[in-house]
């Protein structure tokens, strides 16, 4: 259905990510700089373990970008593995040790049963987190159309594990640059002290935390997505791109959960006219989309992180090889990436409106978008 599409490839301590973007239009400005930001921006966050003191991650465009413009041929887009070399010749040899001890939470068990594997090692080299930075990157190319037509997309922390912020009422862009200001992605100053030492706590007790995070996209148009048909929902797709995104188990939109316990009339967005004749709104609790269109208030998207599920204390599995009980081992992880997640949050959203602005404009290139 969609002129817009993506793929990824590559493992977590393979050579490279790869990402291969098709149907972007031709004549948008593409810069590295905007991307190799959001790159670094994934890398961040308090509560991230050593693999991220390795990568510095940086984007090659390998493809489809001439002068830094679009031509409207595919983008391919490369990041190297850092830690590659660390990994080379065993990984060429074929002697990594095999695992046979699924870690729960993780893909291991699933994809072993799946794909009929004795060893989760390729399971977890794809289903790895370390694929969201290719996400990262095509995120970041999606936002570079989006700018052209004023959409910002921006995204904080909310919470992390039982510490909730209280969210200030101020601007996407005040809240976003306080977020930008803060390690933890939160632009509530004293939940974000309380954040860091929630994640020290559960760090010294071999523990991990899971979180909330908040995205807005702001200067939206009305009219993308629609209701004629399911898999045209902008609720839908927009939900979909982010519960794809690993450890991602919720996902409400506007007052979502809270509004199921709420009568009709405290929920429902009421219209009115102005002066100039204009329709306007007093409140968004719809998050910017009825009936699975944006209606032209900016979207408001709610995700929950499950807690990472690497801890350092461990966890009952079995032994798939001899099926005895065994317990987990301890590979470096981070203990909350819910500050990352965020960022891949923004990515996923930002793709998704661009792949409706293109099906609502055209696409072959911005020129015939902005006519
Ligand atoms: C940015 C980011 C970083 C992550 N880092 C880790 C990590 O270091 N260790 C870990 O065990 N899980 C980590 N995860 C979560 C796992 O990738 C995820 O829980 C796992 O692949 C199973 O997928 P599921 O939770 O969607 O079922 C991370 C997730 C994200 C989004």
Not at 4 to 13: C, D, K, P, V, Y
Request: negative net charge.
């Amino acid at each position: 259905m969609t002129k817009l599409r993506f793929l990824t490839a590559g493992e977590s301590h393979g050579p490279a990510l790869t990402a291969i973007v098709e149907g972007f239009p031709a004549g948008v400005a593409i810069g590295t700089e905007l991307i190799n930001r959001d790159l670094r921006r994934r890398q961040g966050g308090y509560g991230r373990g050593g693999r991220m003191d390795i990568e510095q991650d940086t984007v090659a465009i390998e493809g489809g970008v001439l002068a830094a413009y679009s031509t409207g041929s595919p983008i391919a887009l490369r990041i190297e593995n850092r830690d590659w070399p660390n990994w080379r010749d065993r990984w060429v040899a074929g002697d990594l040790p095999r695992i046979t001890v699924p870690r729960p939470g993780h893909a291991d068990y699933a994809g072993m049963v799946k794909y009929g594997l004795n060893d989760a090692r390729p399971v977890l080299e794809r289903a790895s987190a370390r694929e969201t930075a290719a996400r990262v990157a095509v995120g970041a190319i999606a936002k570079q159309l989006l700018a052209a037509f004023k959409v910002e997309v921006i995204g904080y922390v909310r919470q992390i594990g039982d510490v909730e912020a209280a969210i200030p009422d101020i601007t996407p862009k005040e809240l976003w640059q306080r977020a930008e200001d803060s390690d933890v992605r939160c632009p509530d100053t004293d939940a974000a002290s309380r954040m860091r030492e929630a994640i020290d706590a559960a760090r010294q007790s071999g523990d991990s935390l899971g979180g909330t995070f908040v995205i807005v996209a702001a200067g939206v148009p009305a009219g993308l997505g629609s209701y004629a048909q399911w898999d045209r929902r902008l609720d839908g797709r927009l939900s979909a791109a982010v519960m794809s995104i690993p450890a991602i188990k919720g996902v409400e939109i506007g007052e979502g959960f809270a509004s199921a316990g709420l009568p009709g009339t405290k929920v429902h967005d009421e219209l009115f006219t102005g002066d100039d004749g204009r329709v306007y709104r007093e409140t968004n609790r719809a998050g910017g989309i009825e009936g699975g269109v944006s209606n032209g208030k900016p979207i408001v998207l709610h995700a929950a992180m499950k807690p990472i599920p690497t801890t350092l204390t461990p966890l009952s599995s079995v032994n798939m090889e001899t099926a005895k009980p065994a317990s987990t081992e301890y590979q470096r992880s981070d203990v909350c990436a819910a500050p990352a997640a965020s960022v891949v949050g923004e990515a996923m959203v930002a793709w998704t409106l661009a792949e409706a602005l293109v099906e609502k404009y055209g696409g072959d290139s911005l020129a015939e978008m902005k006519r």
